[in-house]
């Protein structure tokens, strides 16, 4: 990854808020917490999937992203011919009554912050803004996750879990905008959604923010850092452009390697909005 620009102080502004994802956001390099857990939920159904197939809908809520691998055709043919008929709605609670232990078990070995991560928060509260947060996890898993972060730095201002809204979760805008409601933030249009996933950045445009998609240290690209450095020059370029592609894709109006980046990034958004 390229050295982060050192930060420096925002001019003057009308930002409010900077609402982060986690995983693969403001922690756990790579997201792989969550992926290995829904590989080995199917396994343990006679189900096979790959790591890739298993990130394909990362930035879902957990029973979303189990209901939207089991839409996937070579998935679906599997559980067809294992079963005898099409996956249903019970099938997907078993699934993820099955995941949700083995997550909850393992998300504490995946809770250390992203290099950078905890001087980026500095410098933002350092600028006034407030730091809102949301996930694909559900609150059992957050509540595992939260105090471990929060030991070691990583304390947003609010945190909304991807099972706790009745009108769903990602790409929807519902996560993101009740963090507006919490900080208290008198328009949508003043706040950046930080995300390493395509959903997540979806759910930022739905909720009319200006958004940040996270190349090299996110689900995109899904290697931990030290997996990430020793691949060839060119290979990893290859890998944060592509990941590059997916996010601006999904509506992404700046993309940067990972949240030690993400001064800039602000400093960039304060300038489009002043020229707006």
Known sequence: ???????????????????????GTLVDFGSLAPTQIFVEAFASFGIQISLAQARGPMGLSKRDHIRTLLEEPA??????????????????????ERFMPMQIDKVGEY??????????LAWLRAQGLKIGS???YPRQVLDVLLPLAAKAGIVPDHVVAGDELPAG???GPYMALANVLALKVGDVRACIKVDDTTPGIEEGRNAGMWCVGLTLSGNEVGLTEEALNKLPAAEREALRAGAEQRLRAAGAHIVIDSVADLPRAVH?????????
């Open 1 to 23: 990854m390229n050295a982060p620009t050192t930060p420096t102080a925002l001019p003057a502004h009308q930002l409010q808020a900077v609402i982060f994802d986690w995983a």
């Open 75 to 96: 998935i679906h043919a599997q559980w067809v011919e294992r079963f005898g008929a099409a996956p249903g709605s019970k099938d997907i609670g078993a699934l993820y």
């Open 169 to 171: 979760g990602r790409p």
């Open 111 to 120: 809770s250390q912050p992203i290099p950078g991560a905890i001087d980026t």
């Open 268 to 276: 960039e958004i304060a300038r489009l909005q002043r020229e707006a």
């Open 134 to 136: 949301c996930s694909g």
